[in-house]
Each structure stands twice: as C-alpha cells, then as structure tokens.
C-alpha cells in the first residue's frame, strides 16, 4: 500500500532558519491540513510522505484537527529529505498489516508540546534536476493552460515556465493566476504520485528566456538567472547547468524537421501560443540555438497545449 503524498512548501515559513531534519516537527499550510486531515482522514500516528522541491522524507502525523474552520495537522520528520527522481515510485516503507505500523509509530509518541513552524529554509526550494524543462507560451484559453500545467507534471516536466509571446493575449501572469497554476500542479503531484514537485517561475518574456538559456548568462554560484524573473532565492541550484553538457533546445513548429527518436536529458521545450510564434520571434529562438522541429510526418497541425504535452511523452517514453 502506497503512502499518502503531502506537500510542503519553504516558502510559506518565515526567513533564515536551517534546514529541517530528522526529529524536527512541521505544520503544514490550511491547504495541505485540509487535504490530509479532512480529505484523507489521516490521525495521529498515521505515516505519510512529505515532497517539497528538495526531495521526500517520510513523516508521522503528530497532531491532526479536521474542524473546517481551523484545519490543522502537524508532522514529525522520522528521516531528512532526500533527493529522489521524477519518476512515480512505490512506497517504500509498505506496511506489513493493515494498521500496524500506525500503532507502532503511535505508542512512540507520548504527549507532544505544541510546537511553532520553523523558519523558512531557502535551500529547500532548490531544482535538483532542471530537464525537461517546458516553457509554453500563455494561451488564449485559461483552462487549455491550467489543462497544460497539469498534465505537464503527469508527463514529468522538471520545470516549467509560462512566456509571453506577441501572440499571448497577456503578457504577465498575476499573482493570483500564478498561485492557481501552482495549486494545480500540486494537486497533479499527489494524484500522479509523483516525489518532486514542478516549480512554476513568474511569466518572462521570450527573449528573457532565452536569454537566460544563453552560456554567458547561465547563473552565477548564488543562483541568481541574469534577464530573467525567477521566484528561486539566493543560493538555490542554477537554473541549467555549467558541467560542460550542451543544452537542447527544441522549439515546436509544424515546418520543422522530425523530432528525433532518442532525446539527450537537457532538453528544453519552447511552445508557441495559438497560431505560433510569428517569424521575428522563431528567428529569435534560433539565433539562441533552439532548432524547429516537428513532432511527426503523419499528424495534423495540434493545438499549442497538445503540441507542447505530446512533446513530453515523446521525451519520456526513453526515461
């Protein structure tokens, strides 16, 4: 039986506390004490999976309120976070009867003090693994890119980043459509049972982008990303790498040549909105070293959120 998926996010928690360990005790935002103590019904002593951006460590449910009007659930870390891979995993810790490691955990635990959040931890927040990264322009539709977002995280997108292109209807994402993008990649992750989640950066525009994608400005050792808008702090992992491994950029146009069978690791998507990027745009994309290519001879002219999710399956059918 798999564990139950919880998320936690460094970012909700106030600034410059070290990083949390094994025996440290985490509560949770309303969102996730919603999911786990209402929805999922979970009870102290209960042992879940904790993912945030670094990785995942299993957790005991320490207290748990399901009241709607103060949901709350607190978690003790029984291990330190760990970097795991993209791919779905089965639990590792499977119980052996129904219940019993609940109990077992659960007489461990006599009577726990109320304890406050910890800090923030800014290298919590890392990208272990940056590829493939998905960068879609804004569509029209909202829900065509909600669909997008969501199913990106399924298809195990490392990293995706919403562009504004001449043809987006607009061209900065709010910070309210920002945090909605964000829940519904969470919620992909916990359904998909996915370990790491896919961070959302703020909407760039393409020649930000592609800027960033550029060697002279891949980022510095503090993790900083010249021309371009990113929500990773100081001291978080680059963007993309500097081992000397060249990226592949591919931008997704029905003109281009086959898109190969086999893609290297460091890939990148750029996916125009509906109607695509317009020539000065394309020309821009291939002078920073993006290549058109097509997704096959035999299909039909997609739509921008089809195009851009077919490209990840192609991409992972080899992982």
């Known amino acids: 039986m798999k564990l139950r998926r919880l998320l936690f996010d460094p970012s909700e928690l106030p600034e410059g506390a070290p990083v949390p360990k094994k025996g440290d005790f985490l509560t949770l935002s309303r969102d996730e004490a919603i999911h786990g103590a209402v929805v999922l019904r979970l009870k102290r002593g209960d042992v879940v999976l904790l993912a945030c951006r670094r990785g995942t460590a299993k957790a005991l449910v320490a207290d748990a309120s399901s009241r709607r009007e103060s949901p709350r659930l607190e ?140 060697k002279e400005n891949l980022p510095d050792p503090a993790g900083r990303t010249p021309g371009m808008k990113t929500d990773l702090p100081t001291g978080t992992a680059p963007l993309f790498p500097r081992d000397g491994k060249p990226l592949f950029g591919v931008l997704l146009d029905p003109s281009g040549e086959k898109l190969p069978e086999r893609l290297p690791k460091e890939t990148i998507f750029l996916a125009g909105p509906e109607g695509g990027f317009d020539e000065k745009e394309k020309k821009l994309a291939e002078k920073h070293g993006f290549k058109p290519f097509r997704l096959g001879p035999k299909l039909p002219i997609l739509r921008a959120e089809t195009a851009a999710l077919a490209a990840l399956a192609l991409y992972s059918r080899d992982v």
């Not at 910890?118 to 919590?124: E, K, S």
């Not at 562009?163 to 992909?188: C, D, P, W, Y």
């Open 75 to 214: 978690l003790l870390l029984l291990e330190n976070f760990r970097e795991d891979d993209q791919s779905v995993q089965k639990d590792p810790g499977a119980r052996e009867r129904p219940g019993e490691t609940e109990t077992r955990l659960a007489k461990s635990l006599p009577d726990l003090p109320g304890v406050q959040p910890l800090p923030d931890a800014p290298n919590l927040t890392a990208i272990p693994d940056p590829f493939p990264t998905m960068a879609l322009s804004i569509l029209r539709r909202p829900s065509a890119f909600e669909f997008a977002v969501e199913k990106s995280v399924e298809l195990g997108a490392a990293l995706f980043v919403p562009i504004a292109a001449s043809r987006s209807v607009t061209g900065v994402l709010t910070a309210n459509k920002l945090a909605r993008l964000k829940k519904i990649a969470a919620e992909a992750l916990k359904q998909s049972g996915r370990n790491l989640p896919m961070p959302i950066l703020p909407s760039a525009s393409l020649s930000e982008f592609l800027d960033a994608t550029r």
